[in-house]
């Protein structure tokens, strides 16, 4: 490939990839997403809405029927409110749920919750969407 090339050209061509590498790394460091646009990103991501969002209801707040071989389930509500919602379950219930497949006492989800879809979430992501949700929901009232 530098062959021909002199070697003053040869020592600017390879330093060329470098410099690509680190104007990509100043552009996407300052184009980071807050915290709320990255909850945002993964309830999208997660499709949360479609299953957790009956017709004309509220965004995440349940009741949309879901069909299954052994019969039908209404979603449940997983808005941050804490008596219809999932407002008091901790970190770790949540966590809990998405990879195990568990919920809060402690039952069975699948197969309604297809848990096994979003086991590669992390813990700080999981957090980030929680707040995200609880500060969207704040906004609509």
Known sequence: MFR?????????????????VSLFLTAT??????QIQRG?????AGDCV???TAKQGEPFSGGDRLNTPFGYMLAPNITSDPDTG?????ADDFYRSLHD???RRGQDMYPTMPYDFYTNVTRGDL??????QAREERNRR
């Open 4 to 20: 021909n090339l002199p070697l003053a050209e040869i020592k600017h061509a390879r330093l060329v990839p470098a410099l690509v």
């Open 29 to 34: 460091a300052s184009a980071e997403p807050t």
């Open 40 to 44: 945002e990103y993964l309830a999208r």
């Open 50 to 52: 479609s299953c957790h």
């Open 86 to 90: 999932i407002g008091r379950w901790s």
């Open 101 to 103: 497949g568990v919920n």
């Open 127 to 132: 957090r980030i969407s929680q707040n995200a």
